[in-house]
């Protein structure tokens, strides 16, 4: 089966860097997903990594080691706005049937 | 184009009542998701289906019925609510053919089961 673990929590402050780690277990990979959930809101598609590396988007950057079986996502300049749950998610082993399995997510608290 | 429509938003059931969630997709995918989400649990799928006309049990299928209606809806049934079904569901839908992880969400239904 697949497991991820995430931190529970991480308060940063206005302007900072932020690093939110994602460490997996699966019998298959395919690649590490971020998600964006805001209190009350539906979550919403950040990065995907394949490969190892880092992917940068704007602020965000996302970065995976299959060697390690470990991830992260890096948000700077961070801005109050970014203050949301993050997920990592990774696909289930069986490959074309491309289901998501979420990670119990991080709880950023950015304060002024 | 409003994306994954999900209905109702809201809903209190008492313990033994049935009722269906519905969700609909204009984005022409050929995946949907029931996902529900509790506190501190993080998302956990229900069921999904790859496709029209299949439907496949996810982590936590207990309790639930789905129907691939069509391409564009699949929905979520409850036969006997319990306490225990109280939580955030949320449908997601994804793109046909290719290996790709980004799902797209519903807003999400509330529900409560007293």
């Known amino acids: 089966g697949q497991s991820l673990e995430q931190p529970s929590e991480v308060t940063a402050v206005e302007g900072a860097i932020v690093q939110m780690n994602c460490t997996y277990q699966t019998s298959g990979f395919y690649g590490l997903s971020w998600y964006q959930q805001h209190d009350g809101g539906a979550p919403t598609f950040l990065s995907y990594?394949?490969?190892?590396g880092l992917e940068e988007t704007g602020r965000f950057s996302s970065f995976l080691s299959r060697s390690d079986s470990y991830g992260y996502l890096l948000l700077q300049e961070l801005q109050m706005k970014d203050s949301a749950s993050y997920f990592c998610?990774?696909?289930?082993?069986?490959?074309?049937?491309?289901?998501?399995?979420f990670g119990t997510g991080t709880l950023l608290a950015v304060q002024p | 184009n409003a994306g994954v429509t999900q209905t109702p938003k809201f809903q209190v059931l008492k313990t033994g009542q049935s009722m269906t969630l519905q969700c609909a997709q204009d984005m022409n995918h050929n995946s949907m998701y029931w996902y529900r989400q509790d506190p501190g649990m993080g998302l956990r799928l229900i069921y999904y289906?790859?496709?029209?006309?299949?439907?496949d049990k996810g982590e936590v299928p207990n309790g639930y019925n789905v129907s691939r209606l069509n391409k564009r809806e699949f929905s979520l049934r409850l036969e006997s609510a319990a306490p225990s079904q109280t939580s955030v569901y949320f449908c997601?839908?994804?793109?046909?053919?290719?290996?790709?992880?980004?799902?797209?969400f519903g807003s999400g239904t509330q529900l409560s089961v007293l």
């Open positions: 998610a990774v696909r289930d082993q069986g490959g074309a049937t491309n289901k998501l399995i």
């Open positions: 289906s790859a496709s029209e006309g299949t439907t």
């Open positions: 990594n394949a490969l190892d």
């Open positions: 997601a839908s994804n793109r046909p053919g290719r290996i790709n992880e980004k799902l797209f």
